[in-house]
């Protein structure tokens, strides 16, 4: 499972900051995605979340 760590910007609240999550993914196992660029992601302790996708750093396993 992919893994990514969420950078944020100024308006971003501080507990998702620098924060790990996880993609959603589809039907057919592609993340969900916005037409402007966002991605639908899960936190744990804060359940599914649209961000940037822009401010999204994928995590070397």
Same mark, same amino acid.
């Given at each position: 499972?992919?893994?990514?760590?969420?950078? *944020?910007?100024? #308006?971003?609240?501080? %507990?998702?900051?620098?924060?790990?999550?996880?993609?959603? /993914?589809?039907?057919?196992?592609?993340?969900?995605?916005?037409?402007? *660029?966002?991605? #639908?992601?899960?936190? %744990?302790?804060?359940?599914?979340?649209?961000?940037?996708? /822009?401010?999204?750093?994928?995590?070397?396993?």
């Amino acid at each position: 499972m992919t893994t990514y760590i969420y950078h *944020g910007d100024k #308006l971003t609240d501080p %507990a998702l900051k620098k924060a790990i999550c996880h993609p959603v /993914r589809r039907y057919d196992g592609k993340c969900v995605r916005g037409k402007n *660029g966002s991605m #639908l992601v899960h936190f %744990a302790g804060h359940g599914d979340v649209v961000v940037i996708g /822009r401010l999204l750093r994928k995590v070397k396993s």
